[in-house]
């Protein structure tokens, strides 16, 4: 299985970003997606994912500005980032079932 991460960038505050996570070897509608982000000098933490039956939950610091979502055609899961702020600089991993990890897309919100 493989992940690909891309679409990170750097953006001002209140711009958006959509990161995109294409798998292959494994379906993403048969497995628990998830995005997670690690900023330099904490701890990775969950900040998304979307189960089987499509239930979604959000890190309460992003609820309401990011939204998760996935095209079972492509094979591919988003995570669409808007309002952003300076502390949402990170770098962003998707995964599946917390099991498969893809590269990590590096994200900068400038103030």
């Known amino acids: 299985v493989q992940l690909q991460a891309s679409g990170g960038g750097l953006v001002q505050a209140g711009g958006s970003l959509r990161l995109s996570c294409k798998a292959s070897g494994r379906s993403v509608g048969m497995n628990t997606m998830g995005w997670y982000r690690q900023a330099p000098g904490r701890q990775r933490e969950w900040v998304a994912d979307?189960?089987?039956?499509?239930?979604?939950a959000y890190l309460d610091s992003v609820e309401g500005r990011f939204t998760i979502s996935r095209d079972n055609a492509k094979n591919t899961v988003y995570l669409q980032m808007n309002s952003l702020k300076p502390e949402d600089t990170a770098v962003y991993y998707c995964t599946m079932s917390t099991f498969y990890w893809g590269q990590g897309t590096q994200v900068t919100v400038s103030s």
């Open positions: 979307i189960s089987v039956n499509g239930a979604v």
